[in-house]
């Protein structure tokens, strides 16, 4: 059974594969009609279920799509769905780093809690769709560290570790991820709804 992952980005494309295994996963690079998917929700829920849903409508076919982005408790919980486009432009990770860091340098350490949260969903041509979350509790630490990741990942200090989510191997991240957590329960729904 074929399913198409709402992105052009092939990492999340391999990623997704190696969690949906016996799947025949593609990208949108394999529809090109589908354009950009403006995210207009205001949870994480709407913006990926918005997305599978323009997905499996343009392609005919079961589609998977995700939100995610950083919650910070002493902000309330934003960025949250406007972690990729926080400092005002979307997509310009060191901006949004800076502009997160500077809303926060006067927070003590101790209260600097926050967690990654992503919702994965998956739609059908004929409109059913679900949709569960993932999330990676931590706390943020005010100076950068580690090259493995993007985004916010080089200030979360996921519980348990001393290391952030950029230091660590890829294998590492993946088991703990957010993203590889909501994939991972979104996994068996897709088996059971795809056999049916």
């Known amino acids: 059974m074929k399913i198409v992952l709402a992105t052009r980005n092939p990492g999340k494309i391999a990623e997704l594969r190696r969690i949906l295994d016996g799947f025949d996963i593609v990208g949108l690079e394999e529809f090109p009609a589908i354009g950009e998917i403006a995210e207009t929700g205001v949870t994480f829920e709407e913006n990926a279920l918005l997305k599978a849903h323009a997905v499996a409508q343009g392609s005919g076919l079961p589609a998977v799509a995700d939100d995610s982005g950083l919650c910070v408790d002493v902000l ?16 310009d990770d060191q901006a949004n780093l800076d502009l997160l860091l500077a809303q926060v340098s006067d927070v003590p350490e101790d209260r600097l809690t926050a967690h990654f949260t992503c919702v994965a969903a998956l739609a059908l041509p004929s409109g ?27 200030i979360l200090v996921p519980d348990g570790d001393e290391r952030t989510t950029a230091e660590l191997a890829p294998e590492e991240k993946d088991a703990i991820s957010h993203r590889g957590r909501a994939f991972r329960a979104l996994a068996p729904i897709v088996r059971e709804l795809l056999s049916s």
């Open 128 to 154: 059913k769709s679900v949709a569960v979350e993932g999330l990676l509790p931590g706390r943020l630490v005010t100076t950068p560290r580690g090259t493995n990741g993007f985004g916010y990942d080089p």
């Open 76 to 91: 309330g919980g934003m960025p949250g769905v406007f972690s990729a486009r926080w400092a005002g432009r979307h997509g």
